[in-house]
Nanobody, 127 residues
């Protein structure tokens, strides 16, 4: 059974940095694309960043490009989202998600393409 667990959220001020962590267990870690999404009340879940299963390519939403960085550490079965220069509009619940298909070429950006999700971690950025 695949389990996804996020951690690292919190309350920060605008301009601060925060690192989210995602641990994935229950299967071979390195064969699957993984992404971060975020959601605020009343809005659809929004793509933030994704990393290819082999770690050789990363993808970002325009709103976070240049400020956020996604990475993975196979030995620890962890995926990270480093968030810098945070803005109040980054406030949301952040979710880690991973695919069920092995070694797909390009990580998708639609949430419905991801089979396994964590419970989410709240990030609040005050102005």
């Amino acid at each position: 059974q695949v389990q996804v667990v996020e951690s690292g959220g919190g309350l920060v001020q605008a301009g601060d940095s925060l690192r989210l962590s995602c641990t994935i267990s229950g299967r071979t870690f390195s064969n699957y694309n993984t992404a971060w999404f975020r959601q605020t009340p009343g809005k659809e879940r929004e793509f933030v960043a994704a990393i290819k299963w082999n770690g050789l390519a990363t993808y970002y939403a325009d709103s976070v490009k240049g400020r956020f960085a996604i990475s993975k550490e196979g030995a620890k079965k962890m995926v990270y989202l480093e968030m810098n220069n945070l803005k109040p509009e980054d406030t949301a619940v952040y979710y880690c998600a991973t695919e069920s298909s092995r070694q797909r070429n390009n990580p998708p950006r639609a949430p419905q393409d991801y089979a396994y999700w964590g419970q989410g971690t709240q990030v609040t950025v005050s102005s």
